[in-house]
């Protein structure tokens, strides 16, 4: 069935260092794409979509790339901030449902 | 302005009871969606309004879990006979225009944890 597998965690870094969490999906047809983020304390927020392949969202520095051939939506953060420690969801909506699925989340510790 | 806004942030109930969760979404927006998510879990879809009508429940996981929009804002979701395995992080979600279209992004509540002991 239709399913996201993303990174486990805890990914652990210092700030400044490059973030990448590895997102992959199985769906039928051509399904959006999100990251959604939850910092401690706070509510889960749309971080960033793509809609169709080879687009790319971007937001707050973060990016992620729709790519097909891969079926793949890695998230990556050129320079991490003490910030942007979260927990990370991945997740895809495909025609017909538009609900998103849930992947398992990946915690983001970034360290002073 | 506020937000999307749960109550109660924390319900404990004993095996077998009655709960009622509810959920104010933002004003104006007309799609209502219910989550639920288990520790180390992201959230599981439950059930989808569009204004009053549920238009897909087919999250819902067996007939004790039932949910209401009577007048296309507030929402209840209802558990009957409460089990242990339903405690979890009971999520809340709105947006302005119905799902798959452009106006469809989702502003989601704090949650409600439920613990049935």
């Known amino acids: 069935g239709d399913s996201v597998t993303q990174m486990e965690g805890p990914v652990t870094l210092s700030e400044e260092a490059f973030l990448t969490i590895n997102c992959t999906y199985t769906?039928?047809?051509?399904?959006?794409l999100f990251w959604y983020v939850q910092y401690p304390g706070e509510g889960l927020q749309l971080l960033l979509k793509?809609?169709?392949?080879?687009d790319k969202g971007s937001n707050k520095g973060f990016e992620a790339t729709y790519r097909k051939e891969t079926t793949s939506f890695h998230l990556e953060k050129g320079s991490v901030q003490v910030s942007d420690s979260a927990v990370y969801f991945c997740a895809f909506a495909s025609g017909g449902s538009y609900i998103p699925t849930f992947g398992r989340g990946t915690s983001l510790i970034v360290h002073p | 302005g506020a937000g999307v806004s749960q109550t109660p942030s924390n319900k404990v109930t004993e095996k077998g009871k009655y709960v009622e969760l509810r959920c104010d979404p933002i004003s104006g927006h007309t799609a209502l969606y219910w989550y639920r998510q288990s520790l180390g879990q992201g959230p599981e879809f439950l059930i989808y309004?569009?204004?009053?009508?549920?238009?897909?429940d087919s999250g819902l996981p067996n007939d004790r879990f039932f949910a209401v929009r009577p007048e296309g804002s507030v929402s209840t979701l209802k558990i009957q006979r409460t089990e242990r395995g339903d405690s979890a992080v009971y999520l809340c979600?709105?947006?302005?225009?119905?799902?798959?279209?452009?106006?469809?992004?989702?502003?989601f509540g704090p949650g409600t944890r439920l613990t049935v002991l």
């Open positions: 979600a709105s947006s302005l225009g119905p799902a798959g279209v452009g106006t469809d992004t989702q502003y």
């Open positions: 769906a039928t047809g051509y399904p959006s």
């Open positions: 309004f569009q204004g009053t009508g549920a238009a897909d």
């Open positions: 793509a809609t169709k392949a080879d």
